[in-house]
T-cell receptor, first 115, second 117 residues
Framework: DSGVTQTPKHLITATGQRVTLRCSPRSGDLSVYWYQQSLDQGLQFLIQYYNGEERAKGNILERFSAQQFPDLHSELNLSSLELGDSALYFC??????????????FGQGTRLTVV | AQTVTQSQPEMSVQEAETVTLSCTYDTSESDYYLFWYKQPPSRQMILVIRQEAYKQQNATENRFSVNFQKAAKSFSLKISDSQLGDAAMYFCAYKNDYGGATNKLIFGTGTLLAVQP
């Protein structure tokens, strides 16, 4: 158990819908990262939050957004869903922002299926 | 832009034997970290081993060791005495210091390792 909790584990929804994925980081971790794992794109970094503020953006679509709340949990919002958004979405957390010597701990992922 | 390449989509090894998974990367940075992550069927991403680029000594964690060739930008993972539980997808990943802005990981496409009894 990494200590990072993602809910729900599975999600099936229709095209055009909107969903929210939730992540609770390890206790004390200030940084949250979202990754998308799809068959054709592999594992890709989407976005990072640190202590409530957005710190870095990767290959995140405009239809996707995220936020980190005062209690440090994070939500990834996916809207106007398309079939191609079907993927495994991972959340990871780490303690320190400015140090390379940190390990990112991954949650078990949310499997999103768009039908 | 940094890239990570894993040229072996699938590998197979006999139980108790040794297998080496390959990874190459491209970067112009001098300070960075490299990782191997394991993803079993449970989907959990598990850190196997990591290597700091400034360290010449290859990292070792029990049956797992790496061969880090900085000049060649190569970072292979050796699994000794392979066990059935080692069967998984293995991802090579890279991380460098963006001046503190982020610690995002850049992943390779993965190598699916099968362990034959």
């Amino acid at each position: 158990d990494s200590g990072v909790t993602q809910t729900p584990k599975h999600l099936i929804t229709a095209t055009g819908q909107r969903v929210t994925l939730r992540c609770s980081p390890r206790s004390g971790d200030l940084s949250v990262y979202w990754y998308q794992q799809s068959l054709d794109q592999g594992l890709q970094f989407l976005i990072q939050y640190y202590n409530g503020e957005e710190r870095a953006k990767g290959n995140i679509l405009e239809r996707f957004s995220a936020q980190q709340f005062p209690d440090l949990h994070s939500e990834l919002n996916l809207s106007s869903l398309e079939l191609g958004d079907s993927a495994l979405y991972f959340c990871a957390s780490s303690a320190l922002l400015d140090s390379l010597n940190t390990e990112a701990f991954f949650g078990q992922g949310t499997r999103l299926t768009v039908v | 832009a940094q890239t990570v390449t894993q040229s072996q989509p699938e590998m197979s090894v006999q139980e108790a034997e040794t297998v080496t998974l390959s990874c190459t990367y491209d970067t112009s940075e001098s300070d960075y970290y490299l990782f191997w992550y394991k993803q079993p069927p449970s989907r959990q991403m598990i850190l196997v081993i990591r290597q700091e680029a400034y360290k010449q000594q290859n990292a070792t964690e029990n049956r797992f060791s790496v061969n880090f060739q900085k000049a060649a930008k190569s970072f292979s993972l050796k699994i000794s005495d392979s066990q059935l539980g080692d069967a998984a997808m293995y991802f090579c990943a890279y991380k460098n210091d963006y001046g503190g802005a982020t610690n995002k990981l850049i992943f390779g496409t993965g190598t699916l390792l099968a362990v034959q009894p």
